[in-house]
């Protein structure tokens, strides 16, 4: 532990969000008090942010203290954007954020760093019915999250069932992997904390949040240096990096995860994620504003 004076960060999530996410939160509030910092809990829908004036908390009301840091797991990059043009560090960077909050961002940046992945194509909805092939395929909402907004579409499927399903702008993709498996590697402070293979016997989707299972998972070597790949590039604070696997176990990009769900590594293992994240922030938070 780094002992530094108190500090006060903001944990933002949507008010929805905040029940089903209050055991994380709980365990991160407790890590907290163990590196000197407060933690407090804020509701999006609450923030008020103050533009266009120098020198004054930008953040109105809450309290009308100006927090030291910003974990924001709202799903709104523009709000990491303004924190860090204010000089308020937030977790994960505006960077990170906006890439792993749209898959099209996502798939374009892992392309340019050689990272397998299903071929991929950003395009409308119309676009994609007007070339649809007489095979299934997978559309996908490129901000989705928690395997919402992603489709497999059969070819004798409705369009208006799809146009009722799926927004305007879609990612297009073959159906590919092991069906209902899929493996999310949690990394903090770009370190791979642990791996798990979820898995689905009844979707193609592995999600835990669509009714998947989890279990450690032990990343081979030539799936670890794919992982070390993202990780050597981009400067990842906490995420889950999530990937199918080929018949073969090579590892295909899908996803990264910006407000990363930890369930499926509680369901399966006894690793305080939570207690690592604060020690790293508290790491991390110690060479930014103290030395």
């Not at 308020?88 to 990272?115: E, H, W």
Request: aromatic content about 8%.
């Amino acid at each position: 532990m780094i002992h530094t004076k108190t500090r006060t960060g903001w944990i933002i999530y949507r008010s929805y969000d905040i029940p089903r996410n209050r055991t994380f939160i709980d365990l991160l509030k407790k890590a907290a008090t163990d590196h000197h910092i407060t933690l407090s809990v804020v509701s999006y829908e609450d923030i008020i942010v103050k533009l266009g004036k120098r020198g004054v908390n930008p953040f109105v009301p809450i309290d009308g203290a100006r927090p030291d840091f910003v974990m924001n797991r709202s799903i709104s990059p523009w709000l990491n954007e303004v924190c860090e043009t204010m000089g308020i560090p937030c977790f994960n960077s505006a960077y990170v954020s906006r890439v792993a909050n749209d898959k099209r961002l996502a798939y374009a940046t892992m392309a340019q760093l050689g990272v397998n992945m299903l071929e991929s194509h950003a395009l409308t909805i119309t676009s994609a019915l007007d070339n649809a092939i007489l095979d299934p395929f997978i559309l996908k909402d490129p901000l989705g999250r928690g395997g919402t907004g992603v489709m497999m579409v059969e070819p004798n499927e409705s369009q208006h069932a799809i146009r009722s399903a799926l927004p305007e702008d879609l990612i297009h993709q073959p159906v590919g992997g092991q069906k209902g498996k899929d493996v999310r590697v949690y990394v903090v402070g770009n370190e791979i904390v642990a791996t798990v293979l979820r898995r689905s016997q009844t979707d193609f989707r592995a999600n835990i949040s669509q009714g998947g299972a989890s279990s450690l998972y032990e990343l081979s070597e030539p799936q670890r240096e794919t992982v070390q790949s993202i990780i050597n590039a981009i400067q990842l604070d906490y995420v889950g990096l999530d990937f199918l696997l080929t018949e073969d176990d090579e590892l295909l990009f899908n996803e990264m995860e910006d407000a990363v769900g930890s369930r499926s590594l509680y369901m399966c293992s006894d690793i305080n994620i939570a207690a690592i994240l604060m020690e790293y922030l508290d790491w991390k938070l110690y060479h930014l504003l103290d030395l």
